[in-house]
């Protein structure tokens, strides 16, 4: 495919990528790099799949400043149809020109011998009306007719109906778009083409063909701490490689959403307008909401804190303490609930006296006073009643 001589789009390698991608701010690892080099070595699209927030969308945006093309996104949704994507008829352009032009019509007709001479006349003329001048281009026919070398970035388009997917294929496959009233449009400079997918579901088998594959999934922790320090949050080398580790660990609960990357580097930013030098449970749990968005996954998340910042750290049984050296135990179990047991020696008497004394249980507790529980045992369930027939069934005829 030709590029333009002014298109600075070329990579001279694939080191050549990851040092013009880290100037700009992404850190990529030897794997994403080839990938990029390939895109724009072979003018073959790309699907880059994984979770949300790694950088996918970015990477597009990225691609774009360090070629000097102009971007082009098209954001996917359930529900688009194909006008929202290549391009529609400005119908009330359209009509202002009609009433514009009444009076040349008007001429044309005039000497119509009839009604069919004059339909006729106007046909000739109606591919007035549906030129490049009347035509509204979306982000795909923008990117094939434009001028300019683009990057085209089709965003979750795995939220876009199976109806719109397969639009994308002649854009995808021949670069070129596909206009009934005009004809077909091809790219003179293809564009560079990023789709991203959050993995909702499986896109068909022929979208996949025509792209290059790439799963994006959580980058290293040394990756991860050089995205941050890219970044220019502020925070000190120590305090970031410890939030790193921490978010990490975070990603490891089972969250209904975990951390993303761009999150990291908004807990980064945030720890640092706050003056934090020094990471600890407390500040950490204040600010959590930063990278978590579900009471739940905080509720968990708060939880493991203290174990995150420092891993070394031995937490004390939660409300227990035992000195069996003068052999008193004391038990804390929170609320009204909690109660202390002291005990000296060996006698338990006074310990079984306390355990018996009236009232300790309700009416509802079996064996207490009263009608008993609310719910009983079926006739033949139970472990007792399953006992004693494999009782019976041993017992001689």
Avoid at 41 to 54: D, I
Avoid at 66 to 94: F, I, P, S
Avoid at 293 to 299: A, G, L, P, T, W
Avoid at 364 to 389: C, H, K, N
Wanted: charged letters at 25%; glycine letters at 8%; a negative charge.
């Amino acid at each position: 495919m030709p590029q333009s001589v002014d298109d600075r789009s070329a990579f001279s390698s694939i080191d050549d990528v990851a040092s013009r991608f880290a100037e700009a701010g992404y850190i990529t690892d030897r794997r994403l790099a080839t990938t990029i080099y390939l895109v724009t070595r072979l003018n073959k699209p790309v699907l880059l799949e994984g979770p949300a927030g790694v950088g996918k969308t970015e990477l597009a945006k990225t691609l774009a400043t360090v070629t000097g093309r102009r971007l082009l996104r098209l954001q996917c949704y359930e529900g688009q149809d194909e006008t929202r994507a290549l391009y529609e008829w400005d119908y009330g352009k359209q009509l202002l020109y009609t009433q514009m032009l009444r009076e040349k019509i008007n001429d044309i007709i005039a000497d119509a011998p009839d009604i069919p001479a004059a339909v006729a006349r106007i046909e000739g003329h109606g591919a007035v009306f549906f030129s490049d001048h009347f035509l509204v281009a979306r982000p795909l026919l923008d990117a094939i007719r434009g001028e300019q070398p683009a990057v085209l970035l089709i965003d979750e388009v795995d939220r876009a109906d199976e109806a719109l997917e397969a639009v994308f294929l002649e854009c995808l496959g021949e670069y070129q778009v596909s206009v009934p009233e005009i004809g077909t449009y091809t790219a003179k400079t293809p564009p560079f083409v990023v789709l991203t997918s959050n993995n909702t579901r499986d896109l068909s088998a022929a979208l996949k063909r025509r792209c290059l594959h790439l799963f994006l999934d959580y980058p290293d922790a040394e990756r991860e701490l050089a995205i941050v320090r890219s970044k220019r949050t502020g925070l000190p080398e120590a305090a970031a490689r410890q939030l790193v580790e921490v978010v990490r660990g975070l990603r490891e609960l089972p969250l209904r959403k975990s951390p993303s990357i761009s999150e990291t580097i908004d807990w980064a930013r945030t720890l640092t307008v706050l003056g934090v030098d020094e990471l600890d449970a407390g500040v950490l749990a204040d600010t959590l909401n930063i990278v978590l968005k579900y009471e739940r996954d905080m509720q968990r998340a708060v939880e493991v804190l203290p174990r995150l910042v420092d891993p070394n750290r031995e937490l004390p049984g939660a409300g227990h303490s035992h000195e069996h050296g003068s052999d008193v135990h004391a038990h804390d179990h929170g609320g009204d609930q909690g109660h202390q047991h002291e005990h000296a020696g060996n006698n338990g008497r006074d310990v079984r006296a306390a355990m018996d004394r009236p009232g300790r249980h309700d009416e509802g507790y079996y064996g207490a006073p009263g009608p008993g529980p609310t719910r009983r045992t079926e006739p033949g369930q139970g472990q007792g009643s399953r006992s004693f027939a494999a009782l019976i069934r041993r017992r001689p005829g």
